[in-house]
């Protein structure tokens, strides 16, 4: 991906990434698997009530690959490609799940094919440059087929509690956010329909009694996450 500049910064956090992830996360009294889970059942929801059932995924960012056996198990796709400009972070995906049927890729040397049912990526793109993240949402339709979807996750900076746990994290700190609406514009900018927009995340362990209202209010942007789930043109 030549338009996409190499940024090793996550090499750094490869081996102690969850403890400094969980560092901010501790607030919310859950893990990162807790999140992990919900976004991609989420995406699952999603994607049976329009009737896509994806055979191949592509998880843009993949980190150190936590998603990739959410992916398999919650939407039962065949294959996962994982990509990422952490090398470092790359290897620790495969020892830690080169056993599963997915592959991962270092950015630079992935070659997107057009074949990919279904693209994932949480967390990415508020690391990535301004000027750059054009580059990456053309960079994802280059890998889909015509008709294919991309669930683009991200921080909601419209949270308050967003925004402390990610001052919180390393590697965070200096990240520049987007709201649900600029994200919704990269994602058309790409030549994506945009389909929905879900928020997601309202309330921590304390008042998780509550959790049960936040299927119902999605659409208010209140949640610490957001999904921007998007269309290629056929």
């Known amino acids: 991906m030549s338009d996409v500049p190499p940024d090793q910064g996550f090499d750094g956090y490869a081996a102690d990434y969850d403890a400094a992830l969980q560092q901010g996360l501790a607030v919310s009294g859950e893990d990162k698997g807790f999140f992990a889970r919900g976004r991609i059942a989420w995406l699952a929801r999603c994607l049976k009530r329009i009737g896509f059932a994806p055979r191949t995924a592509l998880d843009f960012g993949c980190g150190t690959g936590t998603s990739v056996p959410l992916l398999l198990e919650l939407l039962k796709v065949d294959h996962v490609v994982g990509v990422d400009v952490s090398r470092e972070s790359l290897a620790v995906a495969r020892r830690l799940h080169g056993?599963?049927?997915?592959?991962?890729?270092?950015?630079?040397?992935?070659?997107?094919?057009?074949?990919?049912?279904?693209?994932?990526?949480n967390g990415v793109f508020h690391h990535i440059p301004l000027d750059r993240r054009d580059a990456a949402v053309r960079f994802v339709s280059a890998a889909l087929r015509p008709g294919g979807l991309f669930a683009l996750w991200e921080n909601n900076p419209l949270n308050p509690g967003t925004r402390y746990v990610m001052s919180k994290i390393p590697f965070d700190r200096d990240a520049v956010t987007l709201t649900g609406g600029a994200a919704r514009r990269l994602v058309r900018g790409g030549g994506f329909e945009a389909l929905r927009t879900d928020y997601l995340f309202i309330f921590p362990a304390l008042l998780k009694m509550f959790r049960f209202v936040e299927k119902y209010v999605t659409r208010l942007p209140l949640g610490a996450q957001y999904q921007v789930l998007g269309r290629k043109a056929a």
């Open 99 to 121: 056993k599963l049927p997915a592959r991962f890729v270092a950015l630079a040397d992935y070659v997107p094919d057009g074949s990919i049912d279904l693209a994932f990526c």
